[in-house]
């Protein structure tokens, strides 16, 4: 019982040591989500890449230490492109984290989401594009940040751990926030998917902290509902334990406000 309460002081004492340094460090707080997402896009070319001289000048036009972020930023690069000698990033997932790290209201962030992941301009979400939303949310939060995290601070055997239990549970969150969002429709609009973040365990989007140190004190949990369900682990958390991932009250977000 003991080992069990103790879990989540240590992810929450791994968050407060290394990953909220390490992210104010990075200093995308300093701009707005919009400014990112405006930058990344225009930069961009027809394939939605933008080329490593671009970059430079984006962070440049940002105030951002090149030296610093661009560790991050490679998490992102089109692996394709390094055959041909060539250096190319995702502009749509930089965007991405740009809304998700940058400055600016729920409702704004949401905004700026729904646009980003409407691949055909239908002013609709379909389910292929609020998959691919949640795919990249997830992984920025339970992959690529406590990757960079291992990374900087040179591989430390708890932060390792703790890097490995988040990665274990990505799929599950991102089924648990699917079924949230998309519920019984095709394809829904801006208004109803502001709505559907009434909901506090949608609000966990733009919580990493709390999504990792969740994921860190149910992977192991989950991890045995995969092997009941022969390796399957969709509908995991939707099914047992999604009141595990609501915030908890004394998480700083922003209420919605639907006329922001």
């Known amino acids: 019982m003991g080992c069990t309460d103790a879990r989540p002081r240590e992810g929450i004492t791994i968050e407060k040591i290394y990953f909220e340094k390490a992210i104010k460090k990075l200093g995308l707080n ?3 989500a919009r400014e990112y997402d405006n930058h990344f896009h225009r930069y961009a070319n027809q394939r939605s890449q933008i080329p490593d001289i671009k970059i430079k000048k984006i962070c440049s036009e940002l105030n951002l230490n090149p030296e610093i ?11 394709e492109g390094l ?6 990033y995702f502009s749509r997932k930089l965007s991405t984290i740009g809304i998700l790290f940058g400055s600016g209201t729920i409702v704004e962030k949401l905004k700026l989401l729904f646009g980003n992941y409407d691949l055909d301009t239908s002013r609709l979400l379909s389910k292929f594009e609020i998959r691919e ?10 992959v690529i940040i406590p990757k ?21 549970c990505k799929d599950e969150v991102v089924e648990l926030f699917y079924d949230l969002i998309i519920e019984s429709n095709e394809s829904i609009m801006l208004k109803q998917f502001i709505r559907k973040f009434l909901s506090p365990i949608l609000l966990g989007i733009f919580d990493g902290a709390y999504l990792r140190e969740s994921a860190f004190k149910f992977s192991d949990e989950i991890q045995k509902l995969k092997e009941l369900n022969n390796g399957s682990g969709n509908q995991v958390l939707s099914h047992r334990n999604s009141l595990a991932f609501i915030p908890e009250p004394h998480r ?4 919605l406000n639907q006329n922001s």
């Open 30 to 32: 300093n701009n707005s």
């Open 69 to 79: 972020i661009e560790s991050l930023f490679d998490y992102f690069v089109d692996q």
């Open 83 to 88: 055959k041909y000698n060539k250096k190319y």
């Open 148 to 168: 960079y995290i291992e990374d900087v601070t040179g591989y430390i055997p708890d932060i390792s751990l703790y890097a490995k239990k988040c990665f274990s």
């Open 252 to 255: 700083k977000l922003q209420t």
């Open 133 to 142: 939303m949640l795919k990249d949310v997830v992984k920025i939060h339970l």
